[in-house]
């Protein structure tokens, strides 16, 4: 989001710009004036929405397109369950726009601030064996090409495209219209419970493939893991959601609350990282409930942190996450954020991260004010050696040379930038690194 000074900041503060001027398009046709008139002064463009990625793929150091207005429905599909929403569109508005047509998302990550647009440019996921991520979803779209063009890729127009579109990087065009494909309305089960860590790692796949979402925290120091097991239902299903009070006191006051006082203070007195990492599993993470599907898959997140994601194949996942446990122990690192471990089924996407192959993700995490650069690099080359691909939006180290050899469509994607974009209207620093000049 842009501030006083004219200077971009995204959420996690790790990336800020001056850019040579920033611009609020309202409609799919601002996006293209803005565009052709960058073009015209030799400048570049660059699309943002909720700035919800660590990495610097949303700097606009030219052009920035703050794409906050351009949100909503644009069209329905009802026999078919498509809905098309204009790019900008944040994803805990999504549930609201569905609703009259009795229709929600398959799948959604576990936090919905993000745009539609940003979520699935940079590979956001969500948990479930049978599920891939948000791309996945992606049945069409529009954008705005280097020559000021509109281009709408989908099943009768250039579906060849759509793998590369639907998780572009920014790289290829500015998204201004998302379709997706989306499923009757359903409630879910939910039931969060701590159990031994060992036992966890011995049985996760099994845990995994029984359930239609499985996912589990890590939090170091501990010998627990916080379970997250969930069920999909009709939407006729009975609710028995969360007690307001007590989500409030689990969700607000003790996740958000209480726990950024602890990472602040954290930051001058790490000795109390530990115990009170062994207070949270006792405190957090047991209950059951029934309720919206976005309700259970979400979660309210206000401490500001930094984050790196890799994607592994899925019998990785264990070796990897021991590999990283002892580490922290060897190190005697006190890391005050769980280490998450989710799931996702292998797709179609050049660039996803779970392309061609079944997957594990194993994401950690830093307070925003401790410097990660240690930790990361350790877990890094750790998911390095167990075959894995970086999540685009989140920190980590790898150049194209390095990322060529991960993705078999890598090549083709880059051919087609060059065919959209041979000037790098759309370029920055972040995409020269990860996709070369």
């Known amino acids: 989001m842009t501030r006083p000074g004219g200077i971009w900041q995204n959420w996690g503060r790790t990336a800020s710009v001056r850019p040579v001027r920033v611009e609020r398009p309202r409609t799919p046709e601002g996006v293209q004036r803005a565009v052709v008139a960058a073009a015209r002064q030799g400048l570049r463009v660059k699309a ?59 799948n959604l990550g576990d936090i919905d601030r993000q745009s539609i647009s940003g979520a ?62 989306c499923v009757p309305a ?136 021991e590999e990283i446990r002892a580490h922290i122990a060897r190190r005697g690192w006190r890391i005050e954020f769980p280490v998450e471990v989710r799931f996702a089924a292998a797709d179609d996407r050049w660039l996803s991260t779970a392309h061609g192959r079944d997957s594990a993700y194993i994401a950690v995490h830093r307070y925003w004010r401790h410097d990660p650069r240690e930790y990361f690099d350790a877990v890094e080359r750790i998911c390095l050696d167990h075959g894995g691909r970086p999540h685009w939006g989140k920190l980590h180290g790898l150049d194209r040379d390095a990322l060529r050899e991960r993705y078999p469509r890598f090549d083709d994607f880059v051919a087609l930038r060059d065919r959209l974009d041979p000037e790098r209207r759309f370029g920055n620093a972040y995409l020269t690194r990860v996709l070369g000049d």
């Open 48 to 106: 943002v929405g909720a700035g919800h990625s660590f990495t610097g793929i949303a700097v606009g150091p030219d052009v920035l397109l703050e794409l906050d207005d351009l949100q909503g429905v644009t069209a329905v599909d009802e026999a078919r369950r498509r809905v098309t929403l204009l790019a900008g569109t944040r994803l805990h508005r999504i549930p609201r726009l569905l609703a009259p047509y009795g229709l929600a998302m398959e």
């Open 120 to 181: 699935i440019s940079t590979g956001t996921h969500g948990t479930g064996t049978g599920f891939g991520g948000l791309a996945t979803q992606v049945v069409g779209a529009t954008l705005i090409t280097a020559s000021g063009e509109f281009l709408r890729v989908d099943e009768e127009h250039q579906p060849e495209l759509l793998p590369a579109i639907a998780l572009g990087l920014g790289a290829l065009g500015v998204l201004v219209e998302v379709t997706l494909q």
């Open 186 to 321: 359903f409630v879910m089960h939910a039931v969060d419970a701590p159990a031994p860590l060992e036992e966890t790692l011995e049985r996760v796949h099994e845990l995994a493939a029984d359930a239609d979402h499985f996912e589990f925290y890590w939090f170091p120091h501990t010998d627990v893991a916080l379970t997250k097991t969930t069920e999909r239902l009709p939407e006729s299903a009975v609710r028995h959601p969360l007690p307001p009070v007590g989500r409030w006191v689990d969700e607000t006051l003790l996740s958000n609350g209480v726990y950024r006082l602890v990472c602040a203070a954290g930051v001058v007195a790490s000795p109390i990282t530990a115990p009170f990492n062994r207070l949270a599993v006792r405190l957090t993470g047991n209950r059951e409930y029934t309720d919206l599907s976005h309700r259970v898959l979400t979660q309210r997140r206000t401490v500001r942190f930094r984050e790196m994601e890799y994607a592994l194949p899925k019998d990785q996942v264990v070796p990897a996450f």
